[in-house]
């Protein structure tokens, strides 16, 4: 059983070259393996699983007490969904609890209706149900101790077959956190491999507008319902990341967006990509979740230092004090990438290059008091007091030439107060 908890228990070990190798490309099973079905799948296994299938995992996910691990449990012991529905209940009971077992030998008829919402909700254009009897399915996810049973998906299934990392971090990320994902999103959506995040504020937002402005593939991992959008601001990016990609859900239709739904949100990002990224996180982020998923599966796991002053660089600052890799740009992470997709048998086109620095910024625009002002701040978060104090500068004019550094983005006022300079654009 997987931990969710990103604070309790002792430190994780990230083993960057396991001797176990990361969960494979999973090859489609054979036919054989869906005995039991009355319609089974041809031996190409190209076919869309046919609708009574559909509607078998689709009872096993609505069930009550029957979570993704026992309808594994129940795969692996009658071979499909199909089979485990007509199974008689003592047989059901060797593997599930007595009342889950009475629960699918005698389906609630108030299912039926859930059901048919789903199957009408499949039929339009661009949404998917994904059973674990679809070719479709994500391999990396199949490859779950606990898959869901069905995934919702709008947009393109394809993208999900795809290399992908995973680029996470806090929903109140500085201008800067927020350059960097979207800069190492561009890079390596660029070369083909697919951009996953949670669609958050933030860095994921920022991850997949990095993708999505490379012309590139991005997939949303989403704690709600496919049906719905949450954050409602990202309603819009929601509908490009469909274009542009994939949305996915495990939960029901109409599932509302509440705390619990956000760590199977996370694990699944976590199964999915080859790489979690984690760029800002404060102690207790959802991100180090996600980041600790990815650590158990042997995925490679890597974060962006900060300033040892930042409340949002402490998460990233424990992660690499548990073995991810500390990593400054694209290149970096390219380095990880590597070995881990000729492990699982991918070959994207190229990797980012090294990110030449950009030259120093030519302040000769600034009046004398930015400049000073400048001058006095260094790369850690200061208070406006502190910096004035250090600058020399009364207080009306140094309130004039912060306006004047923001204005420039030489300067950005965190949400604490506080001010950190800017790196220049490249």
Not at 26 to 53: D, K, N, Q, V, W
Not at 224 to 230: E, V
């Amino acid at each position: 059983m997987l931990a969710l908890n990103a604070t309790s228990g002792p430190p994780l070990r990230y083993n960057m070259n396991p001797t176990q190798p990361t969960l494979p490309l999973i090859e489609p099973p054979e036919p054989t393996a869906m005995g039991g079905c009355a319609e089974r799948l041809s031996a190409s296994f190209s076919a869309i699983p046919p609708l009574c299938c559909t509607r078998s995992w689709l009872t096993l996910s609505f069930t009550p007490g029957l979570g993704p691990t026992a309808a594994r449990l129940l795969r692996e012991r009658f071979g499909c969904a199909c089979a485990a529905l007509r199974a008689p209940e003592p047989a059901l009971r060797a593997v599930l609890p007595t009342p889950v077992a009475k629960a699918l030998a005698s389906p609630d008829p108030g299912l039926e209706s859930a059901m048919a919402q789903a199957l009408a909700w499949s039929q339009a254009p661009g949404q998917h149900l994904l059973t674990l009897a679809d070719p479709r399915y994500p391999p990396m996810i199949a490859a779950l101790p606990d898959p869901p049973p069905v995934l919702y998906l709008r947009g393109d299934p394809e993208a999900l077959n795809r290399p992908a990392i995973a680029l996470v971090g806090s929903r109140n990320a500085t201008r800067d956190g927020l350059e960097i994902a979207q800069s190492v999103a561009s890079a390596f959506a660029r070369t083909g491999i697919v951009i996953a995040s949670g669609l958050a504020a933030g860095i994921d937002s920022a991850a997949h507008r990095g993708a999505l402005a490379a012309g590139g593939l991005t997939v949303g991992f989403i704690g709600t319902g496919a049906d719905l959008i949450y954050p409602r601001a990202h309603q819009a990016l929601a509908e490009s990341v469909i274009a542009q990609g994939a949305l996915v859900s495990e939960l029901p239709l109409g599932s509302p967006a509440v705390a619990h739904h956000f760590p199977r949100r996370n694990r699944l990002i976590a199964a999915h990509a080859s790489a979690v990224i984690v760029v800002q996180a404060a102690r207790h982020s959802g991100s180090l979740i996600t980041a600790r998923l990815a650590a158990d599966l042997g995925r490679e796991v890597a974060a962006f230092p900060g300033s040892v002053h930042s409340a949002l660089s402490r998460g990233c600052h424990q992660l690499i004090r548990e073995g991810a890799a500390l990593v400054e740009d694209a290149a970096d992470i390219a380095a990880l990438l590597e070995s881990a997709f000729a492990r699982q048998g991918w070959q994207p086109k190229a990797f980012p290059a090294p990110i030449s620095r950009a030259p120093s910024a030519d302040h000769s625009a600034l009046s004398e008091p930015a400049s000073q002002l400048l001058a006095s701040l260094g790369w850690s978060p200061v208070t406006p007091d502190s910096l004035v104090q250090a600058s020399g500068l009364p207080g009306p004019q140094a309130a004039n030439a912060l306006i004047e550094l923001e204005l420039s983005g030489l300067v950005e006022r965190l949400i604490d107060g506080r001010f950190q300079r800017m790196r220049p654009a490249s």
